[in-house]
């Protein structure tokens, strides 16, 4: 630690510049020092600076491909024929007598007594004055003349002509086309649907009650039925959804096979009968009539008159009552009967069918891949640094007087060990730099 202090002071000495110097009047200079300062009287330690080359391990982190072999399961679909065994269900009925219970129901009226509140309307009768204004009618009766014409009836008797058609029995022999089903084994595909499905939630809008209001009108307050806001209901909904699937069975088709029959038809023909019938005929025969009409014209006076105007006033009043409530009362009577039960005996029957079956084969199918390997690298690297090497100078000669009080020699310049210094560079300390591990 001393020693570094010492070298610090001695770098900072030689690193001050010569202006300063200048600027201080040559205070600081070797220049107005006498001969004897100049010699030293012992040896003093100097610091020279020497750069070195040094190395450091550096350790890099090196990515290199690398491929390798790996396996991997292929699966591949094979279809092969299998020889199935199924049974189908043949239904047969019989029968079988069970004996059961029959509740019978036995009502009973009995009559509770229940006590209720009413509003019993109480109604005043009040009268008002107004004044009106009435249209009476004054009538005068006259006469106007009408002419008009009417048809007058004639009857008269034509002979008419009446054709009518009768139906004639013809008896023919014809080919009748006759069908009859023959039942086949087909095998079909059907599409099954299975239920699935989630919860939701639904928001549903109850509307709300009805309920009586007292409500104040030109005739007084009277009690209408109101109808309260609906309500939000939240409630849980089932969604279903369907999912198919393809499901083989046999089934009985029907073919139709037909067949040419004789057949003998009776048919019944048309035919045209023509008649002559009398018939009465009236006619109209127009007739001009003349009508003396009487009538009556109305026009209208205007009078004024006065008129007492009841209006009623109604008062709800609450009143107790009680009331006879008749209600049945209902009793299950139990009775053994007796009853013929049909039910079907299942009877499987075997038959071959052949399936085609989807199998999943495995296989192994080798790769080749590649991947990027991290590999550790140890390098040198080369760094300088500047050390300072201390040494020792010890000065022999003594200083010559100088000429005209101008120093001369080694002290005139402010060397006395004859070591050359350079002002104008001066020397710094470098510290050593930091290695990286």
Known sequence: MRMRSVVLTLAAVFAAPVSAFAGLCGVPS????????CAPASCYTACRVSTETCYRTVCETVYEPQEYTSSRTV?????EDVQQTCYRTVNETAYREECYSVCRPVTETAVREETYCVQRPVTETLYRECNYTVQRPVWEDKVREQRYTIQQPVCETIQQECRSTVMKCVTETIQQERCYTVQRPETRTRCVQRMTGQWTTQTQSIPGPVVPRVVCGPCGPRVCMTQCPPRQVCRRVWCPQVVQQQIPYTVMVPQVVRQQCPVQVTRYVPEVVVKTVPIQVTRMVCKEVVQQIPYRTCRMECETKTRQIPYQVCKMVTEQRNRQIPYSVCKMVTEQKTRTIPYCVAKQVPYTTTRRVCKTVPREVQQTCTRMVARQVMRQVPYTRSVLIPET????????????????????????????????HPVYPVADPVLNP
């Open 30 to 37: 070797y220049n107005c020092c006498p001969t004897v300062a």
């Open 75 to 79: 699966c591949e679909k094979v279809f």
């Open 393 to 424: 100078v010890c000065c022999t000669s003594t200083c010559a007087p100088c000429a005209a009080g101008v120093m001369t020699g080694g002290c005139a310049g402010g060397n006395c060990s004859g070591v050359t210094v350079d002002a104008a």
